[in-house]
């Protein structure tokens, strides 16, 4: 699943190229993907809306649209500020592409959907298409998810903000608001596993499996270290770990050891330098002790046996 840095990484690549586009039309073959409205209405209500900005919130895309003052405010249901907002998680094997793309309806079969960019847009992973965002500058947004489990909601700025996809989240790792302070008292506030801690939406927002691996192994922690039983020593290291860690990673444009690739359909470089994770059984870049896995309940944690003792 695309974690923070891959997030934030399309969200910069989109922020270069989309501000101030209109959005002409959407086409979808994959009605489930869209949460709200009715996927039969979307195009309906987001046609003609102009994209102000793209932020990212945990591993949430959110991509802010503004009526444009021409009456579009009271057929939308728009708030107050005229805004809407178009939220899209990407989920396991997701991510939202720049570029432009032709659909050609084939008989008895579902319609196929074709690259106008020829090389990296040929990848595999950048060939699953079921949404597309049409803009007016005969561009186009698309959404590439080989399983299918991404997730679209356009609804009003205040009612996507309120709503238990954003207001439930944590603090981001690179708020001004998480001080140690304050990470050290969600940390010990916590009897359950330090990896599963990390991954917690609801206390940290935006790392996973990939990086929560990575971290621990930087600070020396076993995943399956009891996060109150932590010292404050062992805490602070995992603190200056999450930035070292995650800042390298968006240097490096995320990972692609899976689907992931960029908004140009790239792929990103931190798997080449990564340290722990999906790397059983190889030496560890410090003690050169065999890298090990184990299951943590449906997820899985990589680390060192010796430099990681429990």
């Not at 996973?208 to 691996?213: E, H, L, P, V």
Request: proline fraction near 3%; glycine fraction near 6%; aromatic fraction near 8%.
């Amino acid at each position: 699943m695309p974690e923070l840095p891959e997030v934030q990484t399309i969200v910069d690549d989109l922020n270069k190229k989309v501000i101030g586009r209109k959005i002409t039309g959407v086409w979808f073959d994959a009605p489930k993907l869209i949460k709200k409205p009715k996927a039969a209405e979307l195009e309906k209500q987001i046609k003609g809306l102009k994209i102000t900005g793209i932020k990212r919130r945990g591993k949430n895309i959110l991509i802010y649209l503004d009526t444009d003052k021409r009456g579009l405010k009271t057929r939308i249901n728009a708030d107050k500020s005229g805004q809407m907002l178009l939220l899209v998680h990407q989920k396991m094997t997701g991510h939202l592409l720049y570029g432009k793309w032709s659909i050609k309806k084939v008989v008895g079969h579902k319609s196929s959907v074709t690259s106008q960019i020829k090389g990296i847009m040929d990848d595999m992973a950048n060939g699953y298409i079921h949404v597309i965002f049409y803009l007016d500058n005969e561009w186009q947004i698309a959404f590439s998810d080989l399983r299918k489990f991404g997730k679209i909601i356009f609804d009003s700025k205040e009612k996507i903000e309120n709503s238990p996809d954003i207001a439930e989240l944590g603090l981001d790792p690179f708020d001004k608001q998480l001080t140690f302070e304050k990470f050290r008292e969600i940390i010990l506030s916590q009897k359950k596993a330090i990896k599963e801690v990390l991954m917690d939406q609801k206390l940290i927002a935006g790392i996973g499996n990939i990086y929560s691996d990575e971290i621990l192994w930087m600070a020396k922690i076993h995943p399956l270290t009891p996060a109150k039983s932590l010292k404050v020593v062992q805490i602070k290291l995992i603190y200056a770990s999450i930035k070292k860690v995650l800042t390298k990673a968006l240097k490096l444009r995320g990972t692609s050891i899976s689907d992931f690739r960029d908004a140009f359909g790239k792929l990103g470089f931190y798997a080449d330098v990564r340290y722990v994770y999906r790397k059983e059984g190889k030496p560890c870049s410090r003690c050169k002790t065999s890298i090990k896995r184990i299951k943590m309940k449906s997820r899985s944690a990589h680390f060192c046996p010796f430099c990681q003792k429990i």
